[in-house]
Every structure is written in C-alpha cells, then in structure tokens.
C-alpha cells in the first residue's frame, strides 16, 4: 500500500511558470514532511519542509502548501527557471525514517 | 565537502556474483539507510541501521544483506546478483535525535551507485 501518492509523475512548465507537485497521505501520525530535489548524476538533497502545526512554509520561490484536514500537501515553484529542472521527491516521516512518493519530473522549458 | 561518499559510481556484474556496495559519512550520524531508485517506483527502503552492529529490514530486503561494523560505514550486499536487481542505489545518514532544529529527520544522502547486472 502506497502511504504517500505523489502526481504527477512528470511536469512541463515554460520559464516563469508556475510548478506545483501533488502529495496525499494515509498515517495521520506522520508529523514531518519534507520535500527532496534530486539533479541527475546527484542524491537527493532537502529543499524544504513543514511540520503539521502550519498551513504554509516560503522559502524563495519554493512554498508548502499543507492541508492537515485533507491530508494533503503540495511543492509550489514560482517563477520555475530551467535550473529548477530536477526530480522532486515528497515524504512524511514518523521517527527517523520518511516514506517518499514516487517522485516527480520537472523540466523547466527556457 | 562530500559528507557521504559511496565508493562505486558504476558497476556492471554478472549473475549470481557477489555485490559489495560501500557507503560512508563523515557526520557522525548514527542512522543509515540504503535505498533503491527505479523510474516510476521512486525511493524504496531495502534496510537501515540505527547504530553499530544493528540493522532493520526495510520495504524491499529480500535479495539483500547490510552490514555495519563501524558506525561511519554501511555496506549493501547482493549474494548472487540477479538482473531484477539492476538499479540505482542510494546510501543515506541522519541524526537518529535532537528534534527538528537539530536536523534529526533531515536525511543527507551519497551521490549513488548504479548497478547493471548481466
């Protein structure tokens, strides 16, 4: 059973656009959620994330969306730039250990 | 300033040979994780360790040994390769505590390993 759905599998977007990355999850005891950017050739590394306890979370052009009701949160990237294209990786965690969505494909057209 | 370094960035074996994937830290972290990466299946868990000498089954372990004898390192093994094994492999670290301002849950991972099997 897939604990975080993450959509879509792949993104296009035009420079300037905005990106926005879908996750659902299951376990409402998850209470960390972070959101992972992964340029090929490299690992994943942390991009941002939030705790449960607030709704949204700007970091540059980067923000959480979270919504504890729906059990839902979302990546935003404005003003997306061909640099941002990457693989972007959802994940909640409960202790030390994150369950990742699928990940998503971004490419950002110049 | 590469924190986690996994020792092979490619590797083409054969089946049924014996696989040793090496990944190490330099961030005294206690937890370790390796992961594989296939397109569409994103980040599985195959096993991690929380400290020396211990170690925990994760989603995927069968096929799969670890070890850890020293706590900055963490081995995958493949005991006879097959080719549904033929995947990318990421080796991780993270704090096992001190909350989130600490960096406890943060996971800083190796830049992988990709392994064909012939």
């Known amino acids: 059973q897939q604990q975080v759905k993450q959509s879509p599998q792949s993104l296009i977007v035009q420079k300037g656009g905005i990106s926005i990355i879908n996750c659902a999850y299951e376990?409402?005891?998850?209470?960390?959620f972070p959101w992972y950017q992964q340029f090929p050739g490299k690992g994943p590394a942390l991009l941002i994330a939030?705790?449960?306890?607030?709704s949204e979370k700007k970091e540059g052009r980067f923000t959480i969306s979270f919504n504890k009701s729906a059990k839902q949160f979302s990546l935003h990237i404005m003003d997306s730039q061909p640099g941002d294209s990457a693989t972007y990786f959802c994940?909640?965690?409960?202790?030390?250990?994150?369950?990742f969505g699928r990940g998503t494909s971004l490419i950002v057209h110049p | 300033d590469v924190k986690v370094t996994q020792s092979s960035r490619y590797l083409v074996k054969r089946t049924g040979e014996k696989v040793f994937l090496e990944c190490v830290q330099d961030?005294?972290?206690?937890?370790m994780f390796w992961y594989r990466q296939d397109p569409g299946l994103g980040l599985r868990l195959i096993y991690f360790?929380?400290?020396?000498?211990?170690?925990e089954k994760g989603d995927i372990p069968e096929g799969y040994s670890v070890s850890r004898e020293k706590k900055e390192r963490f081995s995958l093994i493949l005991e006879s390769a097959s080719t549904n094994q033929t995947s990318m492999y990421l080796c991780?670290?993270?704090?096992?505590?001190?909350?989130?301002?600490?960096?406890?849950?943060?996971?800083?991972f190796g830049a992988g390993s990709r392994l064909t099997v012939l």
């Open positions: 991780a670290s993270s704090l096992l505590s001190g909350g989130i301002l600490s960096g406890a849950n943060v996971l800083t």
């Open positions: 376990n409402t005891a998850f209470d960390y």
């Open positions: 939030i705790r449960p306890d607030v």
């Open positions: 994940a909640a965690s409960m202790g030390y250990i994150p369950t």
């Open positions: 961030m005294d972290h206690e937890n």
């Open positions: 360790s929380y400290d020396v000498k211990m170690k």
